[in-house]
T-cell receptor, first 115, second 113 residues
Framework: GAVVSQHPSRVICKSGTSVKIECRSLDFQATTMFWYRQFPKQSLMLMATSNEGSKATYEQGVEKDKFLINHASLTLSTLTVTSAHPEDSSFYIC???????????FGQGTRLTVV | AQSVTQPDIHITVSEGASLELRCNYS??????LFWYVQSPGQGLQLLLKYFSGDTLVQGIKGFEAEFKRSQSSFNLRKPSVHWSDAAEYFCARITGGGNKLTFGTGTQLKVEL
């Protein structure tokens, strides 16, 4: 099956710093990637949809200047949490889809802790 | 808005017992429906999906789900649960354009030995 690799799996950063999370499709080209946020014991909330070579589409209430998404190639999308604060601490998960297929493949997730 | 509801937040079953996790979807054309499983601190793994055709769908790990339009349901079942099935289960559907997934709130499955 298709593999999506997300890195890092865990990261701790200080308030005010920025953190970059990478999402790679290892054995397929992902025309669309999605970024989700998951609070403890809650469901996944879609943050944004990113298509290769174009600007990401953010869901309502998600600050685009705080959560920078780049999808520079068909195998890599990055999420940068800028000027992180403790309330940004969460589990972030990416998923990737192939054009023409209605199935998402998920990364392992990144546990971000801002101290 | 098109949504997905999982009425049960927690379910506990004994190992070897049968399992049914409920999922209901709101109004819409025939939805694209999915069941995912998430182990603690991990991403999501697809168990099965329904797009059209046979309403009884077989998935991995011995799971199956049945699409019932009359009840707007897509319940997940397994005849005999194993301790390793303990995890969080999410029902999801495609909503709107762009293949966005909308997830239910999840059901935490605990398996008693």
């Amino acid at each position: 099956g298709a593999v999506v690799s997300q890195h890092p799996s865990r990261v701790i950063c200080k308030s005010g710093t920025s953190v970059k999370i990478e999402c790679r499709s290892l054995d397929f080209q992902a025309t669309t990637m999605f970024w989700y946020r998951q609070f403890p014991k809650q469901s996944l909330m879609l943050m944004a949809t990113s298509n290769e070579g174009s600007k990401a589409t953010y869901e309502q209430g998600v600050e685009k200047d705080k959560f920078l998404i780049n999808h520079a190639s068909l195998t890599l999308s990055t999420l940068t949490v800028t000027s992180a604060h403790p309330e940004d601490s969460s589990f972030y998960i990416c998923s990737a889809m192939v054009a023409g297929r209605t199935e998402a493949f998920f990364g392992q997730g990144t546990r971000l802790t801002v101290v | 808005a098109q949504s997905v509801t999982q009425p049960d937040i927690h379910i506990t079953v004994s190992e070897g017992a049968s399992l049914e996790l409920r999922c209901n979807y709101s109004y819409g054309a025939t939805p694209y429906l999915f069941w995912y499983v998430q182990s603690p601190g991990q991403g999501l793994q697809l168990l099965l999906k329904y797009f059209s055709g046979d309403t009884l769908v077989q998935g991995i790990k011995g799971f199956e789900a049945e699409f019932k339009r009359s009840q707007s349901s897509f319940n997940l079942r397994k005849p005999s649960v194993h301790w390793s099935d303990a995890a969080e289960y999410f029902c999801a559907r495609i909503t709107g354009g762009g293949n966005k997934l909308t997830f239910g709130t999840g059901t935490q499955l605990k398996v008693e030995l």
